[in-house]
């Protein structure tokens, strides 16, 4: 309730966790984290590779390739809506996608 109502304060979010995890190094497509506690999150990141992509522009469209990074975003739902964690997910997309904008948003 206090975290919907942005009444949270330092000492509420003590102990909680967010853990990244790579198994890039390994391969495979992707995989589920697991939530350990104290976490309340853990963000996978697999193997990158080039895929073919459809775009779609005036003329249609075409096939392009792009480099694929899978992304795996568990979380402990009693503590984090699925609606925040799906724009969290976006957010880290597009900051991949677009790195400056990190130094420009923060």
């Known amino acids: 309730k206090r975290a919907r ?3 949270l304060t330092p000492a509420d979010m003590e102990g909680g966790t967010f853990t990244i995890t790579n198994l890039g190094g390994i391969g495979g497509v992707g995989f589920t984290p697991i939530v350990n506690y104290p976490e309340v999150a853990i963000l996978g990141l697999s193997r990158s ?5 459809w775009i779609q522009d005036k003329d249609g469209g075409k096939f392009e390739p792009r480099l694929i990074l899978p992304l795996s975003l568990s979380y402990d739902h009693r503590l984090i809506d699925g609606a925040d964690a799906a724009r969290f997910l976006r957010w880290i997309a597009e900051a991949f996608e677009q790195p400056f904008l990190l130094s420009v948003q923060g």
Request: avoid cysteine; charge should be neutral; hydrophobic fraction near 10%.
């Open 49 to 53: 590779r080039m895929e073919p992509e």
């Open 5 to 7: 109502d942005k009444k």
